[in-house]
């Protein structure tokens, strides 16, 4: 706890700091877009307040929070497919499984938390929309809803499930979890401004470029290194290991989420601009590096 709240004084300090900077750059450097960064750095204070919640509370407050966050992600990625009035009750259905996800972490059934979306929602989940409701269009609504079910929902739960898993160390182990992604993925973005040439996949999100991610692999490893010892009870070699799968994790969780959003908004160039600025922009890596970490932290350590 003291090191948590310790770690969460610095991050204060230094978002105050990187709040400060992005203000006077912004100003002087006017040729160069820093928009995405100025979402970033509002999206990393709304965090900072819920993991302070978390950290000075307890751990039913930050399943609470995730929760409401997963909703609100949901809702905007449905925001973006193409709707039917048929695929209605298929929404209500996958909200409603938001509720039991979170309240299998709240029980700790870990077996049914890791197969309630994958599979139980996976096979009901189309009920709704083949009852009455005709074939046109039905592959697509079923498995977009149930992609946005794993993102936003089930890989996202993840975060919650560490203070339950480990109530010792979750809230460290997660502020050490969002912390190295989003560094990833602001040290990724400034990168690609600055000195990126050669971009991954231009047509989906052209701040995605080799040279940022290579930076960001390597920014991301060093302050893994240094940070494990404050905030987690890993070992020298997993300090390593946690900064370079959060790095590769978090690119992939970026860059699919990319790739789908523009797939669901071809032809739809406003709202696409406009989902940039948003907050599913922000933590989409998220989506990926809170279940491969966690996993790979309960498979490697009895802790968990």
């Known amino acids: 706890m003291d090191r948590s709240l310790f770690t ?3 991050i204060f300090a230094a978002l105050s700091v990187i709040h400060g900077l992005y203000l006077v750059v912004s100003r002087l450097q006017k040729d160069k877009d820093y928009t995405g960064i100025g979402f970033r750095i509002k999206t990393w204070w709304g965090m900072l307040f819920i993991f302070c919640l978390a950290t000075l509370s307890n751990s039913v407050v930050s399943l609470l929070s995730l929760m409401v966050l997963s909703f609100f992600a949901l809702k905007e990625y449905f925001s973006m497919i193409r709707t039917r009035k048929a695929d209605r009750r298929l ?29 139980y929602v996976f096979l009901l989940l189309p009920l709704p929309r083949l009852i009455n409701k005709g074939t046109l269009g039905f592959l697509r609504s079923v498995s977009a809803t149930q992609w946005g079910l794993m993102l936003m929902v089930f890989g996202l739960s993840h975060l919650a499930y560490f203070q ?14 969002v912390v190295l992604t989003q560094l990833n993925d602001a040290v990724h973005y400034l990168a690609s401004i600055y000195f990126g040439r050669h971009k991954i996949v231009p047509t989906a999100n052209p701040h995605l470029t080799w040279e940022g991610f290579v930076c960001a692999f390597v920014v991301t490893t060093a302050v893994s290194y240094l940070m494990y010892p404050h905030l987690t009870p890993l070992n020298p070699v997993f300090g390593y290991l946690s900064g370079m799968l959060v790095s590769l994790s978090g690119f ?30 922000r933590i989409d890596s998220l989506t990926y590096t809170a279940p491969v970490f966690f996993h790979v932290i309960r498979y490697y350590f009895d802790f968990m």
């Open 8 to 10: 969460l004084v610095l």
């Open 91 to 119: 929404f209500l259905w996958a909200y409603l499984s938001i509720p039991l996800q979170f309240y299998w972490v709240y029980i700790e059934w870990y077996g049914m938390f890791i197969v309630f979306i994958p599979v």
């Open 164 to 177: 339950f898993a480990t109530p010792e160390y979750g809230a460290g182990l997660v502020l050490f979890l």
């Open 252 to 281: 992939f969780g970026s860059l699919t989420v990319s790739v789908l959003k523009r797939d669901l908004l071809i032809g739809d160039d406003d709202k696409f601009a406009a989902l940039q600025t948003s907050y599913l922009s």
